[in-house]
């Protein structure tokens, strides 16, 4: 078919149009009724990349065809207008021939009709956009993408997370969102500088990239900071799996700046439906994960459980409840007297702290301190412990009971450098010469040489110092020289089967023995009945206390019953049935 001009079809002066159409940079075509190209000017040509094959002749679906991806038939301009369409909407093409690589072309087309208003044929106009879509894609990278890895940015981790979670959902699958941060990378940056740090950071990414599957998301969120997006789930397991295969990837060695570099990771994870369906919740769940992985060690992943959360969260609701308690008054402290049953005398008195809830009454230590030994709330009551106590004992002092009283104190508040302040300034305004500090022997065995020193120093400003609940501990024997506690407290679990159990009585009497061997008072704790009294004594321990002999005493019941003390008369026991032992020095 021979080329028409379009001159012939819009009736203008032939030279005229031709010279229009060499010199304007938009691409025109025209075409006929049956879809073929009759016409296309150079910068046709020059958009399409003339690579020697022949564009008149064709049909419009062969322009159809370059554009990738393909498939865009049905929204092609020229077909649209030769169906039917009177002015179909541009359409944005990404045409790829061989010669021009990929080009961005705005198409749009009209129809060509007659005087009696039937279509002639169609004709398109096609403009090059390939720098403005490139400019615009490139912003859009800056903005969705990190620059040095080229990984999803925070950004776009977070609407991949919002869609993930919607796919999950309607898909009855789990979900793993993970939060990764290297181990080891803040060494390289210092040793090799921030070059060779990037170029770490670039190969991490990379091994991320190759490590997922398709559909699974890597990104940086800064620094060495990471999270990974795991879908379609099925159990737990196969999350296990990957999140394995990622820390044995991100492992091995590293050629950065000419040097072998060897990082790892601590991975944190959350599962949803497990966990909440709040995307932010979520990144702090894998974060708190992430940071116990790193506590365990480093170089391993660790899944969060959202139970132990719930209990964490009920947890500070209590903490908070006993900080206004401490507020509000609402603390008190009983007194349970420590008696030299040999001598028959009162040598002492140990403070223990009760909450008067205003809705549940009376509540023993057990059901609150341990839910706070971890927390600064557990610091401020020990303080007010002390100051009480002191406050008790003078009180008792000026009624003619010079006692020793005993407070025990919590490893949180123990290890704590202001501890030493505190005591300093207690005993420069109260003369705290009368003061013991019961401390529990697994407490005292996290930092064994600084409360070891702590004893030593305070021992010689008059201070007692006793080791609660002794022989519970796995190292008794081995750190009882250094620790040069002034009491041995024998636990109450021992004491109270010691007449049924020959195991818990030997520990009984091996306890009496080493306090005697290295010159250390012993108590007995959680005496009950007379006939333990009186076997005790025979083991060579004096003083005790328990309900056996009295109860803690409210403060206003304390000092009746210090005047009406008088000795049982069961508890003498003959000389001749006394095992060597050691009571109470004052």
């Not at 060695?253 to 990771?265: C, D, Q, S, W």
Request: proline share 5%; charged share 25%; net charge negative.
């Amino acid at each position: 078919m021979a080329e028409s001009h379009p001159s012939d079809l819009i009736g203008l002066d032939s030279n005229r149009v031709r010279s229009i159409l060499l010199t304007i940079e938009e691409g025109i075509q025209v075409w006929d009724t049956d879809g073929v190209l009759v016409y296309a000017n150079p910068a046709t040509l020059a958009q399409l990349g003339d690579d020697g094959v022949p564009c008149v002749g064709r049909h419009w679906r062969w322009l159809a065809s370059l554009s990738m991806p393909s498939g865009n038939d049905d929204r092609f301009p020229v077909g649209q207008v030769l169906a039917g369409a009177p002015s179909p909407e541009p359409a944005l093409l990404q045409i790829g021939t061989e010669a021009s690589g990929a080009r961005w072309l705005r198409v749009n087309a009209h129809p060509l009709v007659d005087a009696r208003g039937c279509i002639t044929g169609a004709v398109s106009s096609s403009v090059d956009i390939t720098q403005l879509v490139e400019q615009e894609q490139c912003l859009k990278r800056q903005v969705h993408f990190d620059t040095l890895t080229g990984l999803p940015n925070r950004t776009l981790f977070s609407d991949r997370l919002d869609q993930a979670l919607a796919h999950t959902r309607r898909h009855g699958q789990n979900l793993a969102v993970c939060l990764l941060d290297l181990d080891g990378f803040k060494a390289v940056n210092d040793i090799l500088g921030h070059p060779a740090g990037d170029q770490l950071l670039r190969e991490v990414a990379a091994r991320l990239h190759d490590t997922l599957r398709g559909d699974d998301t890597a990104a940086r969120l800064g620094g060495d900071e990471f999270a990974l997006l795991i879908g379609d789930l099925k159990t737990a397991g196969q999350c296990e799996q990957v999140i394995k295969r990622v820390l044995d990837t991100l492992g091995a060695p590293y050629l950065i700046a000419g040097a072998e570099v060897h990082v790892t990771a601590s991975i944190g994870v959350t599962l949803f439906p497990g966990d909440t369906m709040d995307p932010d919740q979520l990144l702090r769940h894998a974060d708190q994960a992430m940071y116990k992985a790193k506590q365990a060690g480093k170089n391993r992943f660790s899944i969060f459980d959202p139970t132990l959360e719930s209990r964490a969260r009920a947890n500070q609701s209590l903490v908070r409840k006993i900080e206004q308690a401490l507020e509000r008054h609402e603390f008190t402290l009983h007194y349970q007297p420590k008696v030299d049953c040999r001598a028959g005398r009162v040598v002492g008195l140990e403070a223990l702290i009760r909450w008067n809830h205003p809705v549940l009454g009376l509540r023993m230590p057990g059901e609150f301190l341990p839910l706070i030994e971890h927390e600064d709330v557990i610091v401020h009551l020990g303080d007010w412990v002390m100051e009480e106590a002191l406050q008790q004992q003078q009180r008792l002092r000026d009624a003619g009971h010079d006692l020793v009283i005993s407070v025990n104190i919590a490893a949180r508040q123990l290890l704590r450098r202001q501890f030493a302040e505190q005591l300093e300034s207690l005993l420069q305004r109260d003369g705290a010469d009368r003061l013991e500090i019961e401390i529990l022997e697994t407490a005292a065995l996290e930092d064994i040489g600084t409360v070891g020193s702590l004893i030593t120093h305070f021992q010689q400003r008059g201070i007692r110092f006793a080791l609660d609940d002794f022989g519970t501990g796995y190292s008794s024997l081995v750190h009882l020289k250094r620790l040069a506690a002034n009491v041995l407290k024998i636990d109450q679990t021992f004491v109270r089967d010691m007449l049924d159990d020959p195991g818990d009585l030997a520990i009984v009497q091996g306890v009496v023995g080493l306090a005697g061997a290295f010159r250390r008072d012993v108590v007995a704790e959680g005496v009950e009945d007379m006939e333990q009294i009186r076997r005790l004594l025979e083991l060579g321990c004096d003083v005790m206390q328990g309900y056996g002999i009295s109860r803690p005493l409210a403060p206003e019941r304390l000092l009746p019953w210090l005047e009406a003390f008088r000795p049982d008369p069961q508890w003498h026991i003959p000389p001749t049935t006394w095992a060597a032992g050691t009571s109470l020095r004052h």
